[in-house]
Every structure is written in C-alpha cells, then in structure tokens.
C-alpha cells in the first residue's frame, strides 16, 4: 500500500487547509496595509522598551563641588518634594518606574512595568483586578531621635534598620524563586525522564511484540508448508492406491475372462465328445443289426 492509496478526508491534519493569502504575494495588499499601520493611532506612540534598557550613569560631582558642599555647611540642604501617591498614579505610564538600577548602568523593568507596556502596546486599558495592590507601609517603632551631626550624610538608625529589613525581604524573595525554579527544574527533569522511559517501554514493547507476531507468522508459514507437505503425500498415496487397485482390478478381470474360456472351451470339448459317443453307438447300433 502507498500514499495514494490511503483515501484522506477533505479537512484532515494529513492535509491543512491552506489558504490562498497565506500562499500568494501581492505587494498591492502589502502597500496598503503599511499604509494603513503608518495612519494609524499607535504609530505615533513611542516604540516599546525593552526588558534591559540601558540608563546612563549620574555624572559625579566635580572636585570643587564637593569642597563647596563641605564649606557651606550651615545651608540647608534642598529636598525634593516626594510625590504622593495619588500623584504617582496620575503620572504617565512610562514615567512610573518600578525596576531596579543595575550596577552597570542597566535598567531592568518589573513584572508590572512589562505587563504595563505591553497591554499599553496593545492598547488595553488595566483595571484595578489587574493591577497590584500597594503594600502597606510597615509600622517601624519609634526610636529615640538621634543627635544630628552638621555635615553628616549617614543616614538613621531607623533608615538603616528598615533598609536592612527590606534587604533581607528581598534575600528571602530571591531565595523562594529560586528555589521554585530549582523545584519547577527539578519536576521538569523527573517529568522528562518519564516520558523518557515511557517512551523506551512503549518501544521495547512494540519490538517485542513485532518479534512475537513474526514468529507467530514463520510458525504458521511452517505449520501451513507442513500440512501442505502432509496433504500432497495423502494425496499421492491415494493415486498409488489406486493405480494398484486398478491393476489388481484389471488382473482379476482378465483371470475371470480366461477361467471363463477355459470352461467355455471344456464344455465345447465335452459336448464334442458326447457327440462323438453317440455317433459311435448309433455306428455300433447299425453294424449289431
């Protein structure tokens, strides 16, 4: 049996349906489309980030700078005003900046920040299901205040605790994920390796089982050559049989046919001499008167 042969449905996986914009080339439609995506409402929005982008370093303060800032100690330092959080949501989407600052220069955007600019891209609007809760902000017990030193740039105790906490917050964070990828792996692999050796038991199976049914075909082919060979021999003996019958047959029929020409040939004889007989007694019979 060939290809040919197999009679395949119209819509079957031996044979997709592919159809004839998929095959053919027109530039007509090509144009037109480019055309149509250059009009269009999202081409004039700035193209999507990256995953890494790459920021450039703060440029250092020079030398005098740094002098002047130590002189100029009595001034107060300017702070800038830190925005709330019903200003932060009112920025734009790509002003809000949710990622982390590599030490090379490199910026790599959070999960929110991606999925942010990706719907952005795709022009759907988030809804609040769909966007991340704030996290409230910790209760840090009041610390005794601390002498400010003129000058001094270190930051608090309570500054440090907090960043050591939220540091150690990350650690444990970090250290859960990769441990649910070392777990996810590790699943993966054991996953693999079944299907692995499920797919090596199938085939063994297979094998053994193609083995069995030729040896199930060679015992038949064997069996059916010895029949064969067992009903040609009857056979022949049957046809010897009969020829000896037959030649047996013929032979008693020709003894029959002789035995019966020899009696036919004493009866002939014996009327001959019966005959004879009375011939000569009548002869004697005359021959006395």
Request: charged share 45%; net charge positive; proline share 6%.
């Amino acid at each position: 049996m060939v290809f040919e042969d197999l009679e395949i449905p119209q819509f079957s996986e031996f044979k997709p349906v592919v159809v004839d914009s998929a095959v053919r080339k027109n530039a007509a439609k090509w144009r037109e489309r480019n055309k149509r995506r250059a009009q269009s409402r999202k081409a004039a929005a700035n193209p999507p980030t990256w995953e890494v982008q790459l920021v450039p370093p703060e440029a250092e303060p020079a030398a005098d700078e740094k002098l002047k800032a130590k002189v100029k100690v009595d001034e107060p330092q300017v702070q800038e005003p830190e925005l709330p959080e019903e200003a932060e949501e009112e920025l734009p989407t790509r002003a809000r900046r949710q990622g982390k600052t590599m030490p090379g220069g490199y910026y790599v955007r959070s999960l929110e920040e991606v999925h942010r600019n990706t719907m952005r891209a795709y022009n759907v609007r988030l809804t609040k299901p769909y966007q991340r809760q704030r996290e409230e902000a910790e209760e840090i017990p009041p610390l005794e205040p601390e002498p400010e030193v003129e000058g001094a740039s270190q930051p608090s105790r309570a500054a440090r605790a907090a960043a050591q906490r939220l540091q150690e917050k990350e650690q444990e964070a970090q250290q859960a994920e990769q441990q649910r990828r070392v777990q996810i792996a590790e699943e993966k692999r054991k996953e693999a390796e079944k299907r692995l050796q499920r797919r090596m038991l199938e085939a063994k199976i297979c094998k053994l089982r193609e083995q069995q049914e030729a040896q199930e075909c060679a015992q038949q082919e064997i069996q059916r050559q010895k029949k064969q060979r067992e009903e040609e021999a009857r056979q022949a003996r049957q046809a010897e049989e009969k020829k000896r019958q037959a030649a047996l047959d013929e032979k008693r029929k020709a003894e029959e046919a002789a035995r019966a020409e020899e009696e036919l040939r004493r009866k002939r004889r014996e009327q001959k001499d019966l005959l004879r007989d009375a011939q000569l007694r009548e002869e004697r019979k005359r021959r006395q008167e």
